[in-house]
């Protein structure tokens, strides 16, 4: 027998040859098995650095896969930023609420991959504002004619049948099969403390919202509830500004 060693001389295990009977072996017989020793001291050297190889490999691919979600998070969170900076800019400049329900309308749409959002607004003289740019019209239509407090807000994604117990909503949601099968968030719009409106966000039925889904749309209502405010305030200024004049 010989010993099986590694490239640095250390004995890994054993190369031996056996005869079934008594015997001593030959210079070419020891050479055989010390080159068989040699042989399977390259393999499992071999063996051992692809071994290395792959562990090294699965390290770099997992920090690749952190440091591109740490990217993407970064860009998520830049984007974001942009877009609540445009939204501010237009509630500053006292932009029309269909203008700035439309752009948070297609903020959210962005930021929560795949669905697609509603902004229903309860205005002066029993108004109604809805901006569902990119809902299935039959959906659209629906929200439109429900009433706001009907709506059920949720931050954990929920079934869109029991978004709303209204008649209109429960008949539509029977010839509409596929709109069944999908989810919803809701958060509401508050206006001095009162509920004004309602953001909807619908998901398709195989998307899992997170919780931070629900916490984004939350803040993007309160966005909304900003603009109404703000727009309620410059109205009346307006207002004032022209019976003045007349006066």
């Known amino acids: 027998s010989v010993p099986i060693r590694n490239l640095n ?4 295990g054993t190369f031996a040859m056996f005869h079934r009977q008594p015997s001593t072996p030959l ?4 050479q055989m098995v010390e080159a068989g020793a040699r042989l399977a001291g390259n393999v499992v ?9 792959r562990e ?8 690749h896969r952190a440091a591109e979600a740490a990217v ?12 609540r900076k445009n939204l501010l800019e237009l509630v500053a400049k006292d932009r029309p609420l269909e203008e700035i329900a439309s752009a948070i309308s297609r903020a ?8 697609s959002c509603s902004v229903q607004i309860e205005l002066a003289a029993n108004a109604r504002l809805s901006v569902s740019p990119l809902l299935p019209e039959a959906f659209a239509r629906a929200l439109a004619r429900i009433p706001i407090a009907s709506i059920r807000e949720t931050s954990a994604a929920a079934a869109v049948v029991g ?15 596929e709109l069944s099968e999908q989810s919803y968030l809701a958060a509401p719009v508050f206006q001095n403390g009162l509920v004004a409106g309602m953001i909807i966000a619908l ?14 749309l939350e803040s993007w209502a309160q966005f909304a509830g900003l603009a109404i405010e703000r727009r309620g305030l410059y109205e009346k200024l307006s207002f004032r500004a022209q019976y003045d004049e007349l006066t």
């Open 27 to 30: 210079p070419a017989e020891l």
């Open 45 to 53: 050297e071999r063996l051992r650095s692809e071994q290395r190889l």
């Open 203 to 216: 998901l398709p039925g195989e998307k899992l919202a997170a919780a931070t889904d629900g916490e984004l």
């Open 108 to 115: 959210i749409s962005h930021h929560l991959p795949l669905s």
């Open 72 to 83: 993407q998070v970064a860009q998520h969170a830049q984007g974001l930023e942009v877009d």
């Open 56 to 63: 090294t490999a699965e390290r770099l691919a997992e920090a």
């Open 163 to 177: 978004l709303s117990d209204h008649p209109e909503w429960q008949q539509n949601m029977e010839f509409a099969s």
């Open 9 to 12: 001389g250390v004995v890994q």
